[in-house]
């Protein structure tokens, strides 16, 4: 942490101590895992020059993982479980998301949230996946030490959500939230494709149908869950 805070803030360094950071980064995330993703663009910045004496200019992005990592490492308690052996599919934490032109929503047994679309220019991939990351925020508390396999029925969401990246930098800054949140947990994720009649239950909530929804989930809560600010996991707008 002593380290971090002195790589805070700089604006130039030599490729041989920006490696020493990066090295000692990796070797952390052997344990943070989801950390690993806050590492990616240090990496990047190290490739800009060739020789180790060279300086690299720090950009905005590299100071945005250093803050990242000020501000989960004193809030972790230095235990990485092991996850479970088995992927915890939707199915069996009754997990459901999705998203429309109205609204984005999320399921979790018996509880559910909507929240509506307030920039139509979002991408449906965004919305998509902003449902999911609001869930995880949410209820994931009740995943630790689990491997979950979110279903989904937007395939570039999917992808994302399995290759862990995407070239989108709107998508990567929901996706460096996730792993903010997996790693505060912590749990792994991955995801799979279904059709939409599959997700029927956040299908109709995402279009507003209540009439629908309490058709389908007859037992869900009658007030839906507060969802949690996104805000609670960053410390720097990274876009």
Partial sequence: TEELQQWKNRKHAKKRDLLSLIGKLVFISRVVRCGRMFVRRLIEVSKKVRHLHHTVTLNREFQADITWWLTFLPSWNGISMMYEEEWTSSVDLQLWTDASNLAVAGVYQDQWFVELVSDTSLSINYRELYAVVLAAATWSQRWAGKRVLF??????????????????PALMHLLRRLFYIAASVPFDF???????????????????????FWKLAPTANTVMSKPRSLDSFVTVDDK
């Fill in 190 to 212: 991955s995801a799979k494709w279904i059709d939409t009649k599959s997700n029927d239950q956040a299908d109709a909530l995402s279009r507003l149908d209540f009439a629908r």
């Fill in 151 to 168: 279903y989904c029925d937007n395939l570039a969401v999917c992808h994302v959500l399995c290759n862990k990246t995407s070239k989108s």
